[in-house]
T-cell receptor, first 114, second 115 residues
Framework: AQSVSQHNHHVILSEAASLELGCNYSYGGTVNLFWYVQYPGQHLQLLLK??????LVKGIKGFEAEFIKSKFSFNLRKPSVQWSDTAEYFCAVRGNNAGNMLTFGGGTRLMVKP | NAGVTQTPKFQVLKTGQSMTLQCAQDMNHEYMSWYRQDPGMGLRLIHYSVGAGITDQGEVPNGYNVSRSTTEDFPLRLLSAAPSQTSVYFC??????????????FGPGTRLTVL
């Protein structure tokens, strides 16, 4: 079975600070990896995804994530956060099979102080 | 395209009541699923379907029923609501043709409170 662990439940940063949110997964085969964002009162939106190729993935709004296979990690980064990045962030993994389920981590709630 | 739609947005039930959460998508996606979101636990899969007439259980199926009579609709039924089912419910869909390179789209959610 696959599982996802997000280390930080709550993160508070000031504007312009750098962000890194940790994500580790467990799965015995090849995986697809995702980061979703949920802004207050809204539904989940895809931030970025990794299927294969370059392990450094760039997403929307200046976010990026790096897949490190040896560490089973897919950490999310942003060099300089904005107040509008206040949201909850979810890491998710899906086994490399079209029908496999998407498994989510517990989420990290980010608050950016203006 | 409206994408994935869910109704109602909010619902309050008393313990023991039944209700159906509606989900529809207009993207002709084969795969549809229901998740519940609880603080600190992320999203957990309740039930999913890979096509009309085919459903299967996810991680937390107890207390919920589903059916998939059409490609577009995937309702979630609570037969006898319990306070432990207080949560935010999300429906999602994605295409499975073309293999694994397919994004999952989420509906806006239904916030359910069971008293």
């Amino acid at each position: 079975a696959q599982s996802v662990s997000q280390h930080n439940h709550h993160v508070i940063l000031s504007e312009a600070a750098s962000l890194e949110l940790g994500c580790n997964y467990s799965y015995g085969g090849t995986v697809n990896l995702f980061w979703y964002v949920q802004y207050p009162g809204q539904h989940l939106q895809l931030l970025l995804k990794y299927f294969s190729g370059d392990p450094l993935v760039k997403g929307i709004k200046g976010f990026e994530a790096e897949f490190i296979k040896s560490k089973f990690s897919f950490n999310l980064r942003k060099p300089s956060v904005q107040w509008s990045d206040t949201a909850e962030y979810f890491c998710a993994v899906r086994g490399n099979n079209a029908g496999n389920m998407l498994t989510f981590g517990g989420g990290t709630r980010l608050m950016v102080k203006p | 395209n409206a994408g994935v739609t869910q109704t109602p947005k909010f619902q309050v039930l008393k313990t023991g009541q039944s209700m159906t959460l509606q989900c529809a998508q207009d993207m002709n996606h084969e795969y549809m699923s229901w998740y519940r979101q609880d603080p600190g636990m992320g999203l957990r899969l309740i039930h999913y379907s890979v096509g009309a007439g085919i459903t299967d259980q996810g991680e937390v199926p107890n207390g919920y029923n589903v059916s998939r009579s059409t490609t577009e609709d995937f309702p979630l039924r609570l037969l006898s609501a319990a306070p432990s089912q207080t949560s935010v419910y999300f429906c999602a869909s994605r295409s499975v043709t073309g293999g694994r390179y397919n994004e999952q789209f989420f509906g806006p959610g239904t916030r359910l409170t069971v008293l």
